[in-house]
């Protein structure tokens, strides 16, 4: 799943994004105001960690906008502001969910999973393409109607693929968002990941364009 967070704070946001993305989520952070409420309006997002206290445009005011252009993503509120009456002021713009700082990635992240189970049918929990058909929530993947198993990082790196079906991912992209590092070690892990996921589905089942990377078979130019 595709998480939005919105943090200024960059050791906040480090922290936050590797804890999420050890639980399998994909992060993209923005630290601005506009950036925020541009990304958040036309991103395909199964659920927003929102700081107030942005600089450029303020959380509220961003939260406020989105839900009267009819954004229906599940949104978490993450603020340094504690008071009983900016929560009702968060709830009342439209928040599904409010955590105040310090807090802990445990209950952040218990937090977030209980609201992407509440958001039900708003949050999406498959993905499909090339064949494939990934299931978020159980981790159950099939490809042409028949279930194969692949590990944490095999799915990741899949889930990454279908995310965005026409991109070519460069293989040291793949291994920055997969592994969380882009040495020399990290692009061969990459090609043997692809070698077994071509294993167990089809050996066209992931494209290799020549001096570029991999994509879903069919997929890319």
């Known amino acids: 799943m595709r998480i939005l967070l919105a943090e200024d704070d960059q050791t906040i946001a480090d922290h936050t994004r590797t ?92 937090r977030l999973k ?15 393409g090339g064949g494939f058909v990934l299931d978020e929530t159980s981790r159950r993947v099939t490809y042409d109607d028949r279930q194969i198993e692949l590990t944490p990082l095999e799915f990741r790196l899949l889930a990454m693929l279908i995310a965005e079906p026409e991109r070519v991912f460069d293989p040291l992209e793949i291994a920055r968002k997969v592994q969380g590092r882009d040495d020399d070690a990290a692009k061969n892990a990459v090609e043997a990941m692809i070698a077994r996921i071509r294993r167990k589905t089809n050996p066209t089942a992931i494209a290799t364009r020549r001096g570029f990377g991999y994509t879903l078979a069919g997929e890319g130019a």
């Open 114 to 128: 209980a609201l992407l189970r509440r958001a039900g049918g708003r949050a999406k929990t498959t993905a499909s």
């Open 19 to 110: 804890k999420l993305e050890l639980e399998g989520f994909f992060v993209d952070h923005r630290a601005t105001g506009p950036d925020v409420w541009a990304e958040g309006e036309t991103g395909d997002y199964a659920a927003i960690i929102l700081d107030l206290g942005l600089p450029g445009m303020d959380g509220l005011s961003i939260l406020k906008r989105w839900r009267a252009a009819g954004v229906e993503t599940p949104i978490m509120v993450l603020t340094a502001r504690g008071s009983w009456m900016e929560r009702v002021d968060g709830f009342d713009a439209g928040a599904d969910d409010y955590l105040p700082k310090p807090f802990r990635s445990e209950e952040l992240i218990a």
